[in-house]
C-alpha cells in the first residue's frame, strides 16, 4: 500500500468499515441475512412499527436503497410493510414473528466484532464517540 493512501483518514475509515463488515458476513450467513438487512432489523427490534421514512433517516438510506431491501426481507417473512390506519399515506414495517425470534439469535453479534476488534471497551466507546464527531464533522462540510 502507498504511503499517501495510508495517511488517508478516509481510507482508514473506509478499509475499517470493509473489515468489520467482513467479520459480521459469516455470522450473519448463519441468520441468511445480509448487513444491511441486519441493520434493518436492528432498528425494528428497538421500534417495530416504524415508518419507512423514519427507517431511512436512522439508517441514512434514501427509498431507492431502501425500498429493494424491505421487500427482500419481507419475501423472507421477516417483516410486513402496512398502511397506518391513522395516515393512509405512511407506510410502516412490522417485525412478523420470525423477524422477531432473530432478535435472540443476533444478540451476541456486536460483541462477537467488539472482540475481534481487538479494543478494550472503553477504547471502543472513544472511537465510537470519534467517528460519530467525524461523521457530524464532514456532514456540515458537505452541506
Not at 11 to 29: C, D, G, I, M, Q
Request: one cysteine or more; aromatic letters at 4%; a positive charge.
Amino acid at each position: 500500500m502507498s504511503d499517501s493512501l495510508q495517511r488517508q483518514v478516509c481510507f482508514s475509515l473506509y478499509s475499517a468499515s470493509r473489515a468489520a463488515t467482513a467479520v459480521y458476513r459469516p455470522l450473519l450467513e448463519k441468520l441468511g441475512l445480509t448487513y444491511p438487512q441486519y441493520l434493518v432489523l436492528q432498528v425494528l427490534w428497538e421500534r417495530d412499527g416504524v415508518g419507512v421514512r423514519d427507517l431511512g433517516r436512522s439508517l441514512e438510506l434514501d427509498s431507492g436503497t431502501l425500498s429493494p431491501l424491505l421487500k427482500r426481507l419481507e419475501a423472507a417473512g421477516l417483516l410486513q410493510r402496512r398502511r397506518s390506519g391513522a395516515d393512509e399515506r405512511r407506510v410502516e414495517i412490522h417485525l412478523t414473528e420470525n423477524g422477531r425470534s432473530l432478535q435472540a439469535k443476533a444478540l451476541d453479534l456486536p460483541q462477537e466484532v467488539a472482540a475481534a476488534a481487538g479494543l478494550e471497551p472503553q477504547e471502543l466507546r472513544a472511537l465510537q464517540e470519534t467517528l460519530a464527531k467525524v461523521t457530524r464533522a464532514l456532514r456540515a462540510a458537505a452541506d
